[in-house]
């Protein structure tokens, strides 16, 4: 059996789309593991759903496992995640040629980062891939831009972005 993949490209966003026909939900995740292991392992509200999510590999291919919990799991393991966790609004809408996009808006320390993923059928697809005009610089394979990163040291980063 072959193992789940994720294939995503992720940009800064450069101006912000029109979200009338975005779907809206709340997220946040924290990560059990530390900084130095090379699988991630996430946990993640999404509205009313809860995952707990394996990652890894690096890059645009990324291997991943999800499975539902119930929420007194997720509670019971969310301490767990102090000090390395992420905080977000996300819009859901559509690219044309029938892509999604996931514009996250992040908040807390985060704030006033905006980031936008799209996640694509193949390797090709994502590398042939022409980013709307609205979408700025790729930071897909830049691993201060990954959510497990941002949790960890992402005020110094959005400090840096912000010039300051």
């Known amino acids: 059996m072959k193992a789940p993949v994720e294939i995503e490209r992720k940009f800064l966003v450069a101006g912000m789309p029109d979200l009338s026909l975005a779907d809206r939900s709340s997220l946040r995740q924290g990560y059990l593991t530390v900084p130095e ?9 999404t509205d009313e759903t809860f995952v707990l999510c394996v990652k890894s590999g690096e890059g645009i291919v990324r291997g991943e ?11 019971m393991l969310w301490p767990q ?24 808006i992040f908040e807390g320390d985060l704030a006033p980062l905006v980031m936008v993923e799209v996640e ?14 609205w979408f700025g610089r790729d930071v897909s ?5 990954g959510n497990k990163s941002l949790a960890l040291t992402g005020v110094s ?7 300051g």
Do not use: C, M, N
């Open 65 to 75: 496992r999800e499975i539902e919990i119930s929420e007194a799991q997720f509670e």
């Open 81 to 104: 995640t102090e000090g390395r966790r992420v905080v977000k609004t996300r819009w859901v809408g559509q690219l044309d040629g029938g892509l999604t996009y996931e514009l996250d």
């Open 120 to 133: 694509f059928q193949s390797e090709a697809d994502a590398r042939e891939f022409v980013a709307p005009e």
């Open 37 to 45: 292991d090379s699988v991630e392992v996430r946990l993640r509200q």
């Open 157 to 163: 980063l959005v400090r840096e972005l912000a010039g």
């Open 141 to 145: 394979t830049d691993k201060r831009f």
